[in-house]
T-cell receptor
Framework: DAGVTQSPTHLIKTRGQHVTLRCSPI?????VSWYQQVLGQGPQFIFQ???????GRGNFPDRFSARQFPNYSSELNVNALLLGDSALYLC??????????????FGPGTRLLVL | AQSVTQLGSHVSVSEGALVLLRCNYS??????LFWYVQYPNQGLQLLLK??????LVKGINGFEAEFKKSETSFHLTKPSAHMSDAAEYFC????????????FGAGTTVTVRA
């Protein structure tokens, strides 16, 4: 079975632009979470979606938004890009919402560079 | 608030030597603890997790970790390092008070010397 897939793998944008990152969860998984991993740091939680509804949001500005589609794939949108948004963006999927018995499976990430 | 501190951003070991990666956590309620590994240009892979059952947790690839409540620690060990263990390792914590959201440490990069 295919794992979590993310597209694109790499992206270069300039300040002020917007970007859309995409994630396809493992087949059968209904929950998708997004994380930002800045170079030299651990991943930081951005959003979780379960059954197309937002179930959690990390400490990120409103420039960050996301949605989940009926097929459980997800998009992360970032508006008005800043240099500090340069990072690896990771998507993780799980069968259900984040909970003690739910293991999250991570995709390879999208590396975003903002110039 | 929950948080994780990983002691040592870089660890270098000889092939065949013990691997020890240190992780300390803080949590206001009973924590659930995880170790993930990240190979270059790949996503995170779960090595093992502690969910309040046995305090000594065995994971994949010969790794294990011990939960010590009195020391608020969850150190990761492997008796004999292999070249393929070279990667970045992340400790993470979640708890009921934070809706089980994962909070990660800054990571420890392991290099293995031949």
């Amino acid at each position: 079975d295919a794992g979590v897939t993310q597209s694109p793998t790499h992206l270069i944008k300039t300040r002020g632009q917007h970007v859309t990152l995409r994630c396809s969860p493992i087949s059968g998984h209904k929950s998708v979470s997004w994380y930002q991993q800045v170079l030299g740091q651990g991943p930081q939680f951005i959003f979780q979606y379960y059954e197309k509804e937002e179930r959690g949001r990390g400490n990120f500005p409103d420039r960050f938004s996301a949605r989940q589609f009926p097929n459980y794939s997800s998009e992360l949108n970032v508006n008005a890009l800043l240099l500090g948004d340069s990072a690896l963006y990771l998507c993780a999927s799980s069968l259900g919402p984040q909970g003690i018995d739910e293991t999250q499976y991570f995709g390879p990430g999208t590396r975003l560079l903002v110039l | 608030a929950q948080s994780v501190t990983q002691l040592g951003s870089h660890v270098s070991v000889s092939e065949g030597a013990l691997v020890l990666l240190r992780c300390n956590y803080s949590s206001s309620v009973p924590p659930y603890l995880f170790w993930y590994v990240q190979y270059p240009n790949q996503g995170l892979q779960l090595l093992l997790k502690y969910t309040s059952a046995a305090t000594l947790v065995k994971g994949i690839n010969g790794f294990e970790a011990e939960f010590k409540k009195s020391e608020t620690s969850f150190h990761l060990t492997k008796p004999s390092a292999h070249m393929s263990d070279a990667a970045e390792y992340f400790c993470a914590v979640s708890d009921r008070a934070n809706d089980y959201k994962l909070s990660f440490g800054a990571g420890t990069t392991v290099t293995v010397r031949a």
